[in-house]
């Protein structure tokens, strides 16, 4: 659907073009003004006919419509309309009931979970506990898929009906976040599923849910369609037919938004914010995501690879290892001038590694204050009067503006002293160092639901046996946080495991595990007419965006 | 004849699998596609296993010789991240790419060669320099940046063409093909221009000069003092004549446009093999990535060879025998 307004100017010149060309004067009128008339004409014809038709341009495509195959946000973002989980995530990202119900736990190892019932799948099949159980272990079965989402299934040693409406899942030790997990198991219909490869999913022959949204076609690289599923138990969408189209680059897709080739557009490039903000034509949505930046620090006591004297010489004892330092550091960082200027206010500074309003926010945690004497001052006491040299690492086609907030705080840090370069990679290239501790100060961003599930990989001592630290690339290490974050993971009692996570938060950023920077803004720009509530977990969902 | 094919078959064969290990070695020294396509919340073992699923655990000699055994049985591998045969998948974009190369082929032949024969006719005036000033910008002016403009004009102030994407699709032979519809051909419109400006902008210049050339020639003096019409001298003595040039490096060009519409594709969000190259090689899914630059390495070893062949039947002069 084209946007109205372009066609409410257009309609006026098309009459215009009109009105003469019946009285005979204007016969010979530029093809251009005929050309206009007939598109007016056929914008009409449109907006009557497909009135509640919506297309959406996506920023990256969706690489398999298997809802289990791979683990990434534009698969995730399409599965969720054609699918749903035993537990949703609603735009703020508190869960809420999806096709369980209620959930509770029957013991400290044994969560039991109430179907809801009269659900339809889109063949007009029932859903019964056997779809909920066979999704829950179809995901251990793909064992060609390099992101699989076994991480939301490896919990459960034992699960099983108890009738088709209740499903009983058992863990080896008590453990909190479950309901968690089980907002990331798409429910596939068994019978459509069990015999279906890949390829069966991207036809869409196995495509059956229970979601918002039938599957129609798939032109891989180009777009999906899908059309309204009329028996939806959560409320009809207000869209018969939604087109997503992948437009992975950023001028482009704004401009097929202008141009009215889409109703809406997710994650709208920084330069034109004003702009759009600015057009009466177009509404901006902005939410806080909860993708939180920081700066994983190298807290190693050995040399660390790019830490140096001023001469440039490698230091024999890392000077990040010392909490004085890391403090500095942070008191370095302007964080509001760097969320005003380097991301054009599409930044809020950070405190905690989690958004504010997500399950384990501690905000007894206060923003860091800019404060360059205080951190010359910790410079000194630590016994670097007068710095020492290092190199910053960052991504520079991952997060909002990354390249510009590694060099924004090269200079902050540069000021107290620290004399500081700046090396930006291709996500490529970037995270397969880092994993290997190839960097001394890299910049990561990162997004949960829960913060004791983010403490835990994010500074959790990391060791293969426990599963833990996978993405500590600072090497952070503390007993006492492991013990409060084992605590929060373990307790099923959710007010008990708040408390622990948030002292586990409190205790890690004191000794600044990482240093965090802020929390991005996701953004979604649309015709005007239209509204989105903006999710905290960046995902664009169509049965989310209502007409006006 | 015969042993020049076999002799340009091996070299042909040589330069696959140079170029295939040229690949192995490179996305090898990048990174490991797993670290970029795991799930966030993945533990080490999992890792591992996954690591160890797709063989990236096996030393890189390995993996490469895994690799020839299985190309040698025409499987090049599965996508990492579409789950599916890479050859399918780029296939599968093939004939989107080529349907925009030839078309911007087509426009660069029939608007390169009478502005260029114009301007070669005229170089004086000021209609041949406007033709041949505008080449240069043809040649410089960067096609992403054209690419937006064209899109600013043309679909977002003037609503003439859509902005981007693939219209509606006929299938011929199984094959998808969007010139066949209105809404396939708008959306072609500026994709095509724009991917055949810089060929437009050497079609011109080459035709000019060409002309030129021609021109001072003893047969089209000989012509002219025969009395023939101009029109004939022109389309049929300079214009034969000029053309065995032109042929040659548009053939050639044409390997370079269906290698290098990934600029054009990404700026009109064009679902070709570009396209997905470059995704491909974001998440370094190796095989895609493999088996794209052995297709487009095919394909410029087929053009090449086609042309060597064609060339030899239009110039006697060129013995195939001599080509080294």
């Not at chain 1, 009809?236 to 992975?248: E, G, H, M």
């Not at chain 1, 290239?429 to 913060?451: D, H």
């Not at chain 2, 010139?179 to 079609?203: M, Q, S, W, Y």
């Not at chain 2, 003595?237 to 053309?243: A, D, F, G, T």
Request: hydrophobic letters at 45%; proline letters at 5%; charged letters at 20%.
């Amino acid at each position: 659907m084209r946007k109205p307004e372009s066609g409410a100017t257009y309609i006026i010149t098309g009459f215009g073009a009109r009105a003469p060309h019946i009285s005979g004067n204007f016969m010979h009128k530029t093809a251009r003004n005929l050309r206009i008339a007939l598109f007016a004409a056929g914008l009409l014809a449109m907006s009557a006919a497909a009135a509640a038709d919506l297309k959406i341009g996506l920023s990256a495509d969706v690489s398999s419509l298997d809802p289990h195959y791979l683990n990434i946000a534009p698969n995730i973002n399409l599965s969720s309309h054609l699918f749903d989980t035993l537990v949703l995530v609603d735009p703020n990202g508190k869960l809420v009931p999806g096709l369980a119900t209620s959930w509770r736990t029957v013991d400290d190892t044994t969560w039991e979970f109430k179907l809801r019932r009269g659900v339809k799948f889109h063949d007009g099949s029932e859903l019964t506990a056997d779809d909920v159980l066979f999704s829950l272990e179809r995901p251990a079965t793909l064992t060609a898929s390099p992101g699989p989402f076994t991480s939301y299934t490896r919990q459960i040693v034992d699960k099983k009906a108890v009738d088709p409406y209740t499903v009983q899942l058992k863990t080896a030790t008590p453990y909190g976040p479950l309901p968690l997990d089980m907002s990331s198991i798409f429910i596939v219909s068994k019978k459509a599923a069990q015999n279906a490869a890949t390829e069966d999913f991207n036809s869409g022959r196995a495509l059956v849910g229970t979601g918002p949204f039938k599957f129609a076609s798939f032109a891989r690289g180009d777009r999906v369609v899908l059309t309204r599923n009329d028996q939806y138990w959560g409320g009809k969408s207000a869209w018969d037919k939604v087109t997503f189209r992948i437009i992975t680059a950023s001028a482009p897709r704004l401009a097929a938004l202008l141009a009215g080739d889409v109703d809406m557009i997710e994650t709208v490039p920084t330069a034109d914010l004003a702009k759009l903000k600015a057009d009466a034509k177009f509404t901006l949505e902005q939410k806080i995501s909860w993708r939180t930046i920081f700066w994983h620090v190298d807290q190693q006591a050995h040399r660390s690879p790019f830490v140096t004297d001023k001469a440039g010489k490698p230091l024999d004892k890392n000077p990040l290892a010392d909490v004085r330092v890391r403090q500095a550091m942070s008191k370095a960082i302007d964080r509001k001038a760097m969320a005003a200027r380097t991301m054009e206010g599409l930044a809020l500074p950070a405190s905690n590694i989690v958004s504010p309003g997500i399950f384990g926010y501690n905000d007894a945690l206060k923003v860091e204050a800019y404060d360059p004497d205080g951190a010359k001052k910790l410079l000194a006491e630590a016994g670097y009067p007068d710095g020492f040299g290092l190199t910053l690492h960052g991504p520079n086609n991952r997060y909002i503006n990354d390249e510009r907030i590694v060099q924004t705080v090269a200079q902050f840090f540069s000021r107290i002293g620290i004399q500081t370069k700046v090396q930006t990679l291709p996500l490529s290239v970037y995270f397969s160092k880092a994993r290997a501790g190839e960097f001394s100060v890299a910049l990561l961003g990162w997004g949960t639901l829960a913060g004791d599930f983010g403490l835990r990989t994010l500074v959790g001592t990391p060791n293969p046996d426990t599963g833990w630290g996978t993405w500590n690339w600072g090497r952070y290490s503390n007993p006492q946080v492991d013990a409060l974050v084992k605590s929060a993971l373990s307790s099923v009692d959710q007010v008990k495991r708040e408390g622990y996570a948030k002292q586990a938060a409190a205790l890690a950023l004191k000794e600044e595990a990482v240093i965090p920077l802020h929390h991005q803004y996701a953004s979604w720009a649309m015709r005007r007419g239209l509204s989105y509530p903006g999710r905290v977990d960046e995902f664009t969902f169509a049965h989310q965006v209502r007409p006006q | 004849m015969i042993t020049f094919l076999i002799r340009r078959l091996l070299q042909s064969i040589l330069v696959l699998l140079v170029m295939s290990l040229l690949v192995f070695l490179g996305v090898y020294a990048i990174g490991n596609p797993v670290d970029i396509l795991i799930s966030p919340d993945a533990n080490q073992a999992e890792r591992a296993r996954i690591i160890a699923a797709f063989g990236l655990d096996q030393p890189l000699w390995q993996q490469y010789l895994l690799f020839l055994r299985n190309a040698a049985a025409g499987n090049l591998g599965r996508s990492f991240a579409f789950a599916t045969p890479a050859l399918g998948l780029i296939l599968e974009r093939f004939p989107a790419t080529m349907e925009l190369a030839v078309s911007a082929m087509l426009l660069s032949v029939l608007l390169g060669i009478p502005l260029g024969l114009f301007a070669g006719l005229r170089p004086k005036g000021l209609a041949g320099k406007t033709i041949m000033t505008a080449s240069i910008l043809g040649f410089s002016l960067p096609t992403f940046w054209v690419g937006l403009m064209l899109i600013m004009v043309f679909a977002v102030k003037l609503g003439w063409l859509p902005s981007s994407g693939r219209g509606a699709t006929v299938n011929v032979l199984g094959v998808p093909l969007s010139f066949l519809t209105r809404d396939g051909l708008e959306h072609l419109l500026l994709p095509a221009f724009n991917l055949a400006l810089f060929n437009i902008a050497l079609v011109i210049r080459l035709t000019r000069a060409g002309t030129q050339e021609a021109l001072q020639q003893e047969y089209v003096r000989f012509a002219r003092a025969k009395g023939l019409r101009n029109g004939r001298i022109i389309g049929v003595h300079v214009l034969k004549n000029i053309l065995i040039p032109i042929v040659t490096v548009i053939a050639l060009q044409f390997g370079s446009l269906i290698a290098f519409a990934i600029v054009t594709e990404t700026v009109f969000a064009w679902p070709g093999m570009g396209k997905l190259i470059i995704d491909s090689i974001r998440v370094l899914d190796r095989p895609v990535i493999v088996a794209y630059l052995m297709l487009i390495v095919t394909l410029f070893i087929v053009i090449n060879l086609v042309v060597d062949v064609l060339y030899s039947l239009l110039d006697p002069r060129v013995r195939l025998a001599e080509a080294k």
